[in-house]
């Protein structure tokens, strides 16, 4: 049952990326309609991240108290209705520019507990050797949303006739994925009527929760500590997995807001073999993120957390720096291409084992640190979503791509001040 339901979390985190980064390829009609360029656009994208960003620790805080269950479907009923409002902004009206990045903003704060509730279900649900691939899979949602919606968009729009379709279609899915989501989760295990008592014993006897074994599996545990929220924020590994995580969102972001421009503006491509060449990094990023949750579990087993943990995540962020200067110096788009779509998979080996070493670490509070750590990511995103087309539009793409891998190079250096094996120790020493 614990993998059935983290299957639907694969399919709520490939919603979530169609809502995010449709306005990426609609972006092109939207700059038409609206009379903007690339760099007030821009501010639209960043205006999503600002509000993903500003909403982390709330929402990891209302996960740790209602629960992944309630919190998940309340978030994608937000955003389902955020798109709507998206696609009804007039391009006529005084401070049109400001409607939409509101509205992105909004969308971006209902977003933001999509992942500290994953984290904190995934806490909960699996046990420790477990959780790599259980992120992995809840992470490849990103490389499938992400990766189907340069075609889908495109094809709705031509079809349509407006970019506006594309986020009524997004409203759609996301109030789909909610009901199906609040109907067949619950918070715990024990909580489930279709839990076997084995699972169930298998889970319990392999986690940081400690949950009474009557609970009800309601939306929160009884008898929580209070948050720690010194030795959270003092803690070494938070703040370097905080430092890791803003290089990370800067380059995936790279991908999200600015590659089917890169390959249209930058490469000479149309706009449907653009579609079609952006398409291949989320490929990537898909096959990244289950290959590298199951390489995690498979070295952590086999030569100890801290290798699983860090050195994996250390060595992807640090080829992805050398394929992104391979990649944007290459001179054939189509090299150039799938070279950066390799970057792409390579940097999301490290996506779920960020993830997972919340939850190693920080047991009932993942949903905290990890929305801490989260939030390092989406300031990195909103960097780049801005930055970007300045830096293409007085230095050339090529350097946007350069900068991207500069910062993911001190992003892998970051993993060297992380020891998961010490900390586990300290909690257990604490427990």
Not at 209 to 234: D, E, Q
């Amino acid at each position: 049952m614990r993998y059935m339901l983290v299957l639907w979390l694969f399919v709520l985190s490939a919603v979530a990326y169609l809502d995010r980064t449709n306005i990426s390829i609609a972006g092109l009609h939207i700059g038409r309609e609206f009379a903007v360029d690339d760099t007030h656009l821009g501010w639209v994208f960043s205006a999503f991240l600002i509000g993903y960003a500003s909403f982390q620790i709330p929402m990891g805080l209302l996960v740790r108290r209602l629960g992944p269950r309630l919190v998940l479907a309340l978030g994608f009923a937000w955003c389902g209705l955020f798109a709507v409002l998206m696609a009804l902004v007039p391009p006529k009206v005084h401070g049109a520019l400001l409607l939409l990045a509101l509205v992105r903003f909004g969308l971006g704060a209902g977003e933001a507990a999509m992942y500290p509730a994953a984290s904190q279900f995934v806490e909960r649900w699996f046990p420790v050797g477990e959780r790599g691939k259980a992120n992995g899979l809840v992470f490849a949602g990103i490389g499938i949303g992400a990766g189907l919606t340069p075609p889908l968009v495109t094809a709705i729009i031509q079809h349509c006739g407006t970019w506006r379709a594309s986020f009524w279609f997004s409203a759609g899915a996301d109030a789909a994925v909610s009901l199906v989501w609040y109907l067949a989760a619950r918070d715990t295990p024990e909580g489930h009527p279709l839990v076997s008592d084995a699972e169930k014993t298998l889970i319990t006897r392999q986690r940081n929760l400690r949950a009474p074994s009557g609970s009800s599996g309601g939306a929160a545990v009884s008898g929580r500590p209070k948050v720690p929220w010194a030795k959270i924020f003092g803690n070494q590994a938070v703040v370097a997995l905080t430092v890791s995580y803003f290089a990370f969102g800067y380059v995936a972001w790279l991908f999200y807001a600015w590659f089917y421009t890169y390959m249209a503006k930058g490469r000479g491509f149309d706009l449907r073999t653009s579609a079609l060449f952006t398409m291949l990094p989320f490929i990537a990023m898909t096959i990244g993120c289950l290959g590298g949750g199951a390489l995690s579990d498979w070295v952590a087993i086999r030569y100890g957390l801290r290798m699983g943990r860090c050195l994996v995540p250390a060595l992807a962020l640090a080829v992805t720096a050398v394929l992104l200067l391979l990649g944007s110096g290459a001179r054939g788009p189509a090299t150039a291409a799938v070279i950066l779509a390799c970057s792409a998979g390579v940097l999301f080996i490290s996506q779920s084992i960020f993830w997972a070493v919340t939850a190693d670490i920080a047991g009932e509070n993942v949903g905290i640190v990890s929305g801490i750590m989260n939030m390092g990511g989406q300031a990195g995103g909103a960097c780049t979503a801005s930055l970007t087309p300045l830096i293409a539009a007085h230095f050339g793409w090529q350097m946007s791509f350069v900068t991207a891998a500069l910062i993911v190079a001190l992003g892998a250096v970051a993993w060297l001040a992380i020891d998961p094996i010490g900390i586990v120790r300290r909690s257990d020493a604490s427990s």
